[in-house]
Nanobody, 123 residues
């Protein structure tokens, strides 16, 4: 079992930066690939970024590549999503999720989810 709690969301202006955090608990956290997903108003949940259990491997959606950076600190059971140059289209509820094994991008492949944190980017 892995429990996940996100924080760091808020209201920002276009061009601003924001860092999301996801704190995990449970014995499997350090062996889990961790992903960030987002769900905008009226949209399906979509993949944003993922990091391997060791932190050595990362992968990004094209829509965030070059603007977002995912990282993790297993000593703190925390995964981060640093977001730069935010755009209004980044507005969404952001979720972190965990899965055992290789990094993947499909939401159904993830076993554990946090409750989400709202990010709103005004133009």
């Amino acid at each position: 079992q892995v429990q996940l709690v996100e924080s760091g969301g808020g209201l920002v202006q276009a061009g601003d930066s924001l860092r999301l955090s996801c704190v995990g608990s449970g014995r499997s956290f350090s062996k889990s690939a961790m992903g960030w997903f987002r769900q905008g108003p009226g949209k399906e949940r979509e993949f944003a970024a993922v990091v391997s259990w060791s932190g050595a491997g990362t992968y990004y959606a094209d829509s965030v590549k070059g603007r977002f950076t995912i990282s993790r600190d297993n000593a703190k059971n925390t995964v981060y999503l640093q977001m730069y140059s935010l755009k209004p289209e980044d507005t969404a509820v952001y979720y972190c999720a965990a899965k055992v094994g290789i990094i993947e991008t499909a939401p159904p492949r993830y076993d554990y989810w946090g409750q989400g944190t709202q990010v709103t980017v005004s133009s």
